[in-house]
Structure formats: C-alpha cells, structure tokens
C-alpha cells in the first residue's frame, strides 16, 4: 500500500496511473482480436510460421477524446519521495501561512510579472495546492480557445507579409493578456524583509521593462531599414521600366522600316523578324507584371507604415503598464516596511487581540485560497476522468456489439447443428438391414463434412476455436491427414475431431490469452524478467503469436554470457567458414536434410524455404564445436527452432539446448550423457511411478528403448504438435528438468491402460504410439508440473553423477573387451574371419 506524503504527490500517483490505463486501453483496442491476438504487432512470429499468422487490422483512435485530454491535461511533478519512500516517511509539519507568504515573496512576484513574458502559457503545469509551494493554473478552456484565434490571425497577417516582403513580425502581442490571472492585492497576504535579495522587486520590475522597450525599439529599427531597402527595389524597378519601353520603341520602328522591305526577303531574315516580335510580346508582359508588382510593393509600404504607427501604440501602452505597476509595488513595498516595523516594535510585549485576531484572519484567507485552487485542479482532474472513462465505456460497447454478433450468429449454427443430429435420430429410430444407402448414411456424411471442415475467410465465427482446423496442414505446418493410408487418414480425422471437442468445451484458451496481453502490456516500457508470474503463464502455454519473442527471449537469457564474448557478425562468420573450407559433418548434413521433418511443409522438399536456414545453422554449430560436429537428432532441434526464429537466433537456441542445458558428452559419439539419464529416469520411474515400474520389470520391457529419443530431440516426433510446442515452452525457459516431467507424465496419463496389457510385445508395440493418442495438453500439463511434485533439480544432478561413474566404467569395461578380442583374432587363426559391427559398417 502506497502512501503520498502530500496531494501535490497524490496527484502525480493518480495522472500516472491515468496515463497508463489509458495507454493500455489503447493497445488492447489497437487491433481486433481473438482468443489469441497480440496487443502488439511487433510480436507477431519471425520464423517459418510467420507467414502464416492473420494481418492486423488497427482500428482509428478517438480524436476528440484524445482532444479533450490535451486540453485538460494536468501535469504534476513529484515532490522529493513518492510511493514506498514517502510512505516511510513522517508525515511533512505544514507551516504556518505568515511564514509560507514570507518565504514566496520573490515566487509572487515573478508570478505576477510572467504575463508579460512570451510563451508564458506554454510549459505552466497546475498542482493540488498545499502550503508548500504556489504555481499558476493552466488556462481555461475558453482562455485556450481565445488564444488560439488570436494566434491564427497572427499567423495570417504573417503569411500574407511573407509573399511581400520575405519577412514577418515575430512579436506576438496576442499571448500578453490583458489583465493578469491573479490580481496584485491577493498577493498581500503577509511579507518579509525585502532587502533580504539582491536587488529590490522595484529595479527588477524596472529592468525587465527597460529591456522590453529596448527590445521593441531594435525592432522598429529593422523595420525602418526594410522599408529603406523596399524603397531602393523600387527605383531599380523604374529604371528597368524606362529601359524596357526604349527597347520597345525600337522594335516598333525596326517592325515598320522591316513591314516595307519584306518583299524579297530570305526566309531566314523573316523567321529573325518573328523572333523579335515574340521578344517584344514578352517584354510588354513582364513590363505588365513590373508594374503589379509596384502597385503591391507601394501598399505593403502603406501597411508597414501602419504596423509601425500600431507598434509605437502599443509600446506606449506598455510603459503606462510597466509604470502602473512600478508604482503598485513601490505602494506595496511601503506598507510592508512600515507593517514590518509596527511588527518589530511589538515583538517584545505581548501580542494583543487584535493581532491575534489578524493572524488568524491572514491564516484563514491563506487556507481559503488554497482550498480553491485545489478545487479547480481536482475539477479538471475529474472532468478529464469522465472522459478517459465514457471513451473506454464507448470502446467496450463496441466490443461487447461484436461479440452479441459473433455469439449470435454461432447460436444459430448451433440450431442448425441440433436439427440436423435431430433428424439423424429420427432416422435411426428404424434400423436398415439392407445394404442399401439409406438416407440416414448421407446425414452421417453430411455432419462429419462439417465438422472437418476446413476454416475460411467466410467463416468467421470459427476464429475463437483456433488453432485445430481439420485442414492439410496444421499453424505449424505439420501435415494433419496422411495422403496414402486410408486407416491413418480415418484415425487422423478422429484424433482432428477429438482435439476440436476439446477446444469447444474449454475456454482456458481466451483466459491464458487475456493473461498474456495484460502481462506483455505491463513489460512494454521495461525488460522482461525471471518471475513466478512468467513461469506459470509459460507453462500454461505461450500463444502462437507471442511464442517468437518468448522463445528469442528466453534463448538470450540462457547463452548471453556467451554472446557477450563474441564479435559481431559471429554467425556470419561461421557459416563462411564452414561453406569455404572442408567441413566434415557438410556430407552427413546433406543426407538428414530431407529426412529432418518429411510431414512439414516447410522442410517437405529440396526448395522448401526451411531446408537452406536448416542447413546453414547446422553448418555453423558444426564449425563452432568440431568435437561434435553433427548428430543425428541435432537436425530436429534446430528445425523445430527455426520454425518461430530466425537463423542466428535458432543457431543459438542450439547452442542454448547442447552446451547449456544438456551434460557434456550428450550428443557426442558415445552418447554417454544420453545413456546416464536413462538410467536417471529409470530411477524416477520407480519411485514417482513404482506400480508402472514394476510391471515392466515384470515382463522384461526395456522402455528406455522408446523413451531415447524422447531426450535426445525433446519429443519431437513424439507427441502431437500443440503439446510439442507448450512442452518446448517450458523446456526453453526451465532447462532440462522439464524432459523428465514430461517422460513421467506421459506414462502416468496412460497408466491404467498400460497396467491392462499382459505380455511384453503388447506392452511394447503400445509403448510406440501411444504418445500420438495423448490430446489434453491441460491434463498432461497439471500432471507433469503438479500431481509429480516435489521435483527437485539437485535430486536429478546428483543421481547424473552417481550414474556417469558406472556408465564410464562400464563403457571402460567393454572397450577392454573389444582390445582382447582383435588381440585373439590376430593370433588365433579360426578367428580371424569374425568381423565386428564397427569393421563392417566401415
């Protein structure tokens, strides 16, 4: 709870949190949304998918709101300390009004005087009045609106000036106003001594207006050299004239004296003639346009002897003003001299009633005055809250109109729906023996038709249930129906359907939605951090708009300490490096290409977009870490991160997931770190899952077999894509720990059906696709990250290294055995035809 310490600072607190409601407001109207819009879009996807994400539309902004905001704007500064600081604070003695009028004595003054200096208006803020500081109001909104007229006169009379002379009056006698905002006499409340300054209010007052004049004659001045140098232009120009008519005049009588001689004269000469005549045309005319020119030259003469005679008025007046007022605060300071010294003749007895009775007066007159002028604030404060209020009440009207036409138009679908299932049941009341097509048939095909159907531009409503089109290809771009098998395309559009009904009976999409727009508006003016808020809304999943920049974010929090010892260009230069010179892992790059990610679109072909970027990150991490080079499997990784980054950010996120996450030796030729987390998880097994674990045991099911791959390419290939993705998401942001999980959800949320199974090859063949029946990504994720816990990270390091020793002991072991065994075949001669796998393979 946060505490101001003055209204000066409750002011501050209450604009910034206007402010920031109504920027927030703003981004959650800037575009039309779904269940899964951005309020941003800067965050759209920059990978594979990008292209596949809808375009914006941005809707107009309220002008007049934002209008009237400028118009009632209250800017307040804070004081010294706000928020936690203040509120630590005791809180401030407010003095009493003598001394508050002695110490501001210069402050009004100033005040007072600040009419009569240019732009005054413009940088005025307006505060809760407290007994600690004084400051003018902004204009009202008729004092705006005056202004503004008087400045668009001002700017008239300037253009028209401009077309002229070249030159316009700079001074602008529209922003003096007339008379003061606060009038002289609400200044005398009580006073101090006036000699305490430098110089008196009177030589100030004096000065400034000495400077004014001094300003205003220099002006007159270089009006007067303006008009001296317009009346030279204009001789020039008679000059030009009389020179012109001459020519003329001889062109005529050359006309005439040629008009007798034209007969039998060359065509050349009479062509020479015709030029001299459109030469003679053309002067006339520019002699025309002299003489308008003239005319215009003579009248602005005429209006700057105007100006002039009006700027000799108005200086007139300023000195009356300027002398006025000298003579108010020479009075002023009189009766504060003399008011000072009645003060110091009675300091030493006793203050009598009447003095008391003054006191308390000024003291009252003091709380009254501010009282007022809080009151104006918090008017306008308010008045600019009604607005900010009835635009955002107006903007969720307008929504809430889109959503009764959505809602609407999906009841009515829903009729239809619920007919049709009606008319089917009718149907079914009398059962068909023959194999005839009965009518009942062409109604089954007729809803299952609907219900994989594809989404379109003319189907809008479907928007909310992104994204599980039954479509050739998934947001991702997996293929969702296979092309040749008819059983698998029967059991793709079941599983279509099966995540379809999940997507209509849940709304946890919109809400995670809603959490993601309200958090990334509350880090746009800061950098994203560590935080439980971030952790839980990423393991509920980043929506596919925003998963971009989650994941470049979340890469770059993992490897800065190794891009921060880098050049520029890093990548750029691995990659010319290993395109130049002899790369060992190019040949098996090229091989796995094709063989990454076959039901993707986006690596489907040789001249899919995805194959190149693949192959480039490859080709740099292989050059940036020779002692793996490539492995089969680091192919799925990078081609899962391209498709939502772009090449240097995927070739990071490898990085990230090899060298940051994963043991040494994880991807390497032994694959020993891989082999040490299977037995990890075997461990794991057995004490999160005993019942499951135990019944492999008893039939002999080695289900690392399966579970291999699901560590070394983090599932991909292994489950459906929407949950791939949310357990990328998690894997990402948390390391490793997520793997393990994940492993153990998997076989929990299948566990009864696994316990079922009797024999071993039931059990196996199960174990190779069940993964692919798994659909709810919110059952598997509250299992995974809350029926698992306690899942501590040290439990799963200290059993990696407990496991590491027995695997290199045992991987020692047996490469003794392979040198005993090449030593006996060299010597024994019945042995030496035995060859082993590694010989035959090479």
Not at 347 to 357: E, I, K, Q, R, Y
Not at 371 to 398: D, H, P
Not at 623 to 636: A, E, T, V
């Amino acid at each position: 709870v946060l505490q101001a310490a003055t209204r000066q600072d409750m002011t501050y607190w209450l604009q910034e949190l206007q402010q920031k409601r109504w920027e927030y407001c703003n981004n959650l109207d800037a575009a039309k949304r779904d269940s899964r819009t951005s309020p941003t879009p800067s965050d759209f996807s920059k990978g594979l998918v990008a292209k596949d994400n809808p375009d914006l539309s941005i809707l107009s902004q309220n002008a007049s709101a934002e209008r009237a905001r400028t118009i009632l704007a209250v800017e307040t500064s804070p004081t010294e300390l706000v928020g936690e600081q203040a509120a630590s604070q005791p809180a401030p003695v407010q003095p009493s009004a003598i001394n508050f009028s002695l110490k501001q004595w210069s402050t009004e003054i100033k005040n007072s005087m600040s009419s009569l200096r240019k732009g005054n208006n413009e940088n005025r803020k307006s505060i809760f009045y407290t007994s600690e500081e004084w400051e003018l109001l902004d204009p009202t909104p008729k004092d705006l609106e005056d202004s503004m007229a008087l400045e668009e006169k001002r700017k008239n009379f300037a253009e028209g000036s401009k077309g002229l002379t070249g030159s316009a009056f700079p001074f602008d006698f529209g922003r003096i106003p007339q008379k003061p905002r606060r009038p002289l006499k609400d200044m005398i409340g009580s006073s101090k001594n006036r000699n305490s300054s430098d110089s008196s209010p009177t030589e100030w007052c004096s000065g400034n207006g000495n400077k004014l004049v001094s300003e205003l004659q220099l002006k007159y001045q270089s009006q007067q050299e303006e008009l001296e140098k317009l009346k030279k232009d204009l001789l020039s120009q008679k000059e030009l004239v009389r020179l012109l008519q001459q020519t003329v005049r001889s062109s005529q009588y050359d006309k005439y004296f040629a008009s007798r001689l034209c007969e039998g004269v060359p065509k050349d000469k009479l062509e020479l003639l015709h030029q001299k005549d459109d030469q003679i045309l053309g002067l006339n005319n520019q002699l025309e346009k002299l003489n308008l020119e003239k005319d215009s030259l003579q009248q602005e003469v005429k209006n700057l002897k105007c100006k002039v005679g009006e700027l000799n008025e108005r200086l007139g007046m300023l000195m009356e003003t300027i002398q006025a007022k000298d003579e108010v605060i020479m009075k002023l300071s009189h009766q504060l001299s003399e008011c000072e010294d009645n003060t110091s003749s009675q300091s030493g007895a006793v203050n009598s009633p009447t003095a008391t009775c003054i006191n308390k007066e000024l003291q009252e007159l003091d709380r009254l005055k501010d009282n007022l002028q809080g009151y104006k604030t918090q008017n306008k404060f308010l008045n600019k809250e009604i607005l900010e209020l009835s635009a955002l009440r107006r903007n969720a009207e307008v929504r809430e109109r889109e959503w009764q036409a959505k809602y609407t138009s999906l009841e009515a679908k829903l009729c239809q729906i619920e007919s049709k299932y009606l008319i089917l049941l009718q149907e079914m009341k009398t059962p068909v023996c023959s194999e005839e097509q009965s009518p009942a048939r062409e109604v089954i095909a007729q809803l299952l038709e609907d219900a994989l159907k594809a989404e379109t531009s003319e189907q809008p409503e479907q928007a909310f249930f992104k994204p599980y089109p039954v479509s050739e290809y998934d947001i991702y771009g997996f293929q969702t129906v296979p092309e040749d098998d008819e059983e698998e395309k029967l059991v793709a559009k079941s599983r279509a359907l099966d995540l379809r009904s999940l997507s209509l009976s849940e709304n946890r999409e919109i809400s995670t939605g809603v959490k993601w727009e309200n958090y990334l508006a509350s880090t746009m003016n800061r950098e994203m951090m560590r935080c439980v808020e971030l952790k839980n809304l990423i393991r509920s999943g980043i929506p596919h708009e925003h998963r971009s920049k989650i994941w470049k974010w979340c890469v770059n929090l993992h490897v800065k300490k190794f891009k921060d010892s880098t050049v520029p260009g890093y990548f750029q230069t691995l990659l010319q490096n290993a395109l130049e010179k002899q790369n060992p892992a190019s040949k098996q790059i090229e091989l796995d290409l094709l063989r990454t990610l076959p039901n993707n679109k986006h690596y489907s072909s040789p001249t899919s977009e995805g194959i190149q970027k693949l192959r480039n990150v490859l080709l740099a991490f292989s050059w940036r870490n020779p002692d793996i080079g490539y492995c089969q499997g680091l192919n799925r990784l990078v081609a899962i991160a391209l498709l939502y980054l772009e090449q240097e950010d995927a070739f990071w996120c490898l990085v990230t997931i090899v060298e940051v996450f994963m043991p040494r030796d994880y991807y390497t030729k032994t694959l020993l770190g891989s082999q040490v987390d299977q037995r990890v998880f075997k461990d794991l097994m057995s004490e999160k899952l005993p019942r499951l674990h135990a019944h492999f045991e008893q039939y002999k099911v080695d289900y690392t077999l399966i579970t291999f791959n699901w560590f070394l390419v983090v599932f991909v290939d292994s489950v459906v894509s929407d949950i791939l993705f949310k357990i990328w998401d998690s894997f990402l942001y948390e390391g490793p720990k997520v793997i393990f999980r994940f492993a153990l959800a998997l076989f929990k949320y299948k566990e009864e059906e696994i316990l079922k199974l009797q024999d071993s090859m039931s059990i196996f063949k199960y174990l190779r696709y069940f993964t692919r029946t798994i659909l709810d990504a919110r059952k598997l994720t509250g299992i995974a990250f809350g029926d698992l816990n306690p899942f501590p990270l040290r439990q799963i390091r200290n059993r990696r290294t407990y496991h590491l020793e027995k695997v290199r002991l045992e991987l020692t072991e047996l490469e003794a055995i392979r040198e005993d065994f090449l030593r006996e075949r060299e010597t024994c001669v019945e042995k030496r035809d035995l060859i082993s796998d590694d010989e035959e393979d090479s």
